[in-house]
């Protein structure tokens, strides 16, 4: 099935939440992965996509249905990922998220007992995880000379930031080795699609191309998906009816529509129960208007659901956030 790739030449910079800096006193939240929002306005850059949408939400639904139309797609897009790593010439057998740090071979769940084999993992280096550095940088804004007049940069006084750099360490019999990774999506659609391009933050630029892998075809979405037990590749977004919400109660969110149980993220013991977590995590930066999108409450990578099939159509935000991968699900059985 087609694949597209996303393979970084540098660490890359991804964060949940908006830059910090000592006017806020707040922690950097570095990303396990992309959020589809990277990637899909990642691809929409490479294809030379521009959007002409005010709200940062309708861009999304705007960017999907342009994305559909220049590479003749069918939704949805993008599914994933999938990763890989790689400490020396060759890669890793293909690993899943098994929470916001932690990535294994799906050949390591035991989906009977619903446990993660971490010894058996560790011991055919079917594991890795992210060991983020933290690197500081000053923010630079331009001198004006005179109207229409754009001039040199300056430091903002007093403005320094703190921004993460995701490493990575591949485990083999309980040896950690820094490694490269490289993240495999599922692509819907008809059109190659290859370069090199800027990803994520502070300028860190990703080789994009298309191949073939077979393991994508074990991915699906809301959009497509038959009854069983996945586990969620990507963020699984939730939308509250209500404000005052304080359990995950199914009929008051939004997003849920297509899980029949949420079974949680799965321990690194035989016995022990799978515990359900809930995080905020923000939908990106819009390039047109220079703003962060909202954030949204959604169940973690990770966490695994039993699924059916959606009894009716979600709403447009709903369907252009599965159109490019959120809530994207490997099936375990």
């Given amino acids: 099935m087609r694949a597209i790739v996303v393979e970084p030449l540098e660490p890359l910079s991804l964060s949940s939440a908006p830059i910090t800096g000592v006017d806020t006193l707040a922690s950097v939240n570095p ?4 959020l589809p929002t990277t990637v899909a306005g990642a691809l929409g850059a490479l294809v030379g996509i521009r959007l002409a949408s005010e709200d940062p ?3 999304l639904v705007e960017l999907v249905e342009k994305l559909v139309e220049r590479l003749r797609c069918r939704k ?13 010439d060759s890669w890793s057998e293909t690993m899943v998220s098994v929470s916001w ?25 079917g594991i890795a995880k992210l060991k983020p550095a933290i690197a500081y940088g000053v923010h630079l804004e331009r001198k004006a ?24 360490n591949l485990v083999s019999q309980y040896r950690e080795t820094p490694a490269r990774p490289r993240f495999i999506y599922a692509l819907n659609c008809d059109e190659d699609v290859g370069g090199y ?9 990703a080789k994009v191309y298309t191949t073939s892998v077979d393991e994508v075809r074990r991915l699906t979405s809301p959009l497509s998906l038959r ?19 304080l359990y995950l109660e199914f009929e008051k969110v939004v997003g849920l529509e297509f899980v029949r149980e949420v079974i949680g993220l799965l321990p690194k013991e035989r016995g022990r129960t799978p515990k359900i977590a809930v995080e905020g995590i923000g939908l990106g930066f819009y390039e047109v208007k220079r ?19 959606l009894s009716r159509p979600v709403g447009p935000v709903l369907e252009a956030l599965y159109s490019i991968g959120f809530a994207s699900l490997y099936q375990l059985k």
């Fill in 31 to 34: 990303l396990l992965l992309p």
């Fill in 57 to 59: 939400v309708k861009g």
């Fill in 76 to 88: 949805p897009l993008l599914m994933g990922p999938l990763i890989q790593f790689s400490s020396g």
């Fill in 101 to 125: 740090s932690e990535f294994a071979s799906p050949l390591c769940i035991d989906s009977s007992s619903l446990f993660i084999d971490l010894v058996n993992c560790a011991n055919r280096g």
């Fill in 145 to 168: 000379i005179e109207a229409g007049v754009v001039g040199e940069k300056k430091a903002k006084i007093g403005y320094l930031y703190r921004y993460p750099l995701l490493m990575y």
């Fill in 197 to 205: 391009m800027r990803f994520g933050g502070e300028g860190r630029i």
């Fill in 227 to 245: 009854p069983g037990l996945y586990i969620a590749l990507s963020p699984v977004p939730l939308l509250p009816l209500d404000k005052l919400l």
């Fill in 291 to 309: 703003v962060r999108r909202p954030a949204v409450l959604a169940l973690p990578p990770g966490t695994v659901v039993k699924a059916e099939s």
